[in-house]
């Protein structure tokens, strides 16, 4: 199934976007999110083409009904969910809306300007998104819904209970005016006029999406992938904890707490919403044809993640350090053991210890639970047989902290490492010397592959840019390929 679904999906995708300028991205994330029974929001300003997408997501769905509304301060239930039926209030004392023709029997639903809904629409709305029924009268409708795409110009206010709501919106995504010259000129012209036509072939059925549901349970999440999901949450975690301590730290002194600026907020990402972006990442998965989650479905975490449009560098970057981290993890173990032993002289005594570094000195490295780990040899330096604290930081890379943290950190002899209750011994240089270019050559050669293999991944992926506009991202990888190039053998 997942190959011939690969090939639908490209189709459809490429029917969908035919003739659109600079949109094909977010027509590509509103059908993931569809696919994947989630709802997207989207943020731009007016005549972006925001409902022109969701027109659009419609045509993907065989004999879908569309409800499309634009909310204000003064929308009202009966608008948005169908009016009061008076027959039925009158004949037998039911209060039942007609709902034929509105949301509760749409398949694809776009709500422009969200956040003017007011209270009573908010709460029908929580339980039409999370859990696609609607009550009416004494019966919970189940909802044909697809997915719903909302719409702004602006993001929720604070203060005003739209968090709820908000938070339902699992994919965020920034519409932004067309930016290319060329583009901008074909929409003057009328060049991007070009009518959408879906073979119904290739449109899914309500029994092709429920399959789509059921399979995509049986993709798997590599144990990697885990890991770095957990060092995303890990990260931010670390980050809202510190910025208490400083606000309560602060209270103590007697000082009034800075509220932090919307660039240095951290983004909260509940266990539910954590649980449900691995739905996502498995249906980009399943829709590219694959069995399993692959790193470049982690791509897709700079649209669910954040929670202000200011914070989106914050998560750009973040996601750019842990996703080098956790692809080039353990990079060193391609060269072979015996580069790391500590050669006899000889009169078979063992010559005078120097310690590997992958940065010229600045770190030093020690193997534990088969990865390489690194402390920088100023901190290594004050290490003795008293306790300290550590945390790791980007790239396995041990940080002594002054409070409790992650681990006690100590150093019961010359040369080793001891967290916890383990010791370990520091690589030594030595054998680079007698392996020299062959050591080089190994690292490179590996760091080199897996960044290639990881570029042809998301070249593959139909949900993701091609990796040259990831720039962060791009920034890290250079930076870890010309640390491990300017790595040279001992003398």
Known sequence: MTMNLRKRTERLLGALSAGVLERDEAIALALLSAAAGESIFLLGLPGVAKSMISRRLALAFRDAR???????????????????????????????????????????????????????????????????????????????????????????????????????????????????????????????????????????TDADAAQILAAREEVEVPEDILEFLYSMRRRYALRAQEQLKDKAAARSAGRQAEEDDEEESVPYVSDRRWKKIVGILRTSALLNGRDAVDWSDCLLLEHLIWDNDAQLVMVREDIAKELTAALLKGVSAAAPDSLWRKPADASGQKGPRQFWSPDGGAHYGFEAAGETMLISSADYATLGQEKRYGRFTDGNVIELTSSPSEFTIRSTRPGTVTIGSFSYPLKTAAAAVAAGGEFLGSIIESTSSRISAFSAQVGDNLFTRPLASYKPLGIELRRYQSKVEAVRPVR
């Open 66 to 204: 569309r409800f499309e509304y634009l909310m204000s301060r003064f929308s009202t239930p009966d608008e948005i969910f169908g009016p009061v039926s008076i027959s039925k209030l009158k004949d037998s004392d039911t209060y039942e809306r007609v709902t034929d023709g509105y949301l509760p029997t749409a398949d694809v639903v776009f709500l422009d300007e969200i956040w003017k809904a007011g209270p009573a629409i908010q709460n029908s709305l929580l339980t039409a998104l999370n859990e696609k029924l609607f009550r009416n009268g004494r019966e919970d409708i189940a909802l044909p819904l697809k997915g719903i795409i909302a719409a702004s110009n602006e993001l929720p206010a604070e203060g005003e209970g739209l968090e709820a709501l908000w938070d339902r919106f699992l994919v965020r995504y920034i519409v932004e005016p067309i930016a290319d010259k060329g583009n901008f000129f074909s929409l003057l012209t009328g060049g991007s006029q070009v009518p959408c036509r879906v073979p119904p072939e290739d449109q899914l």
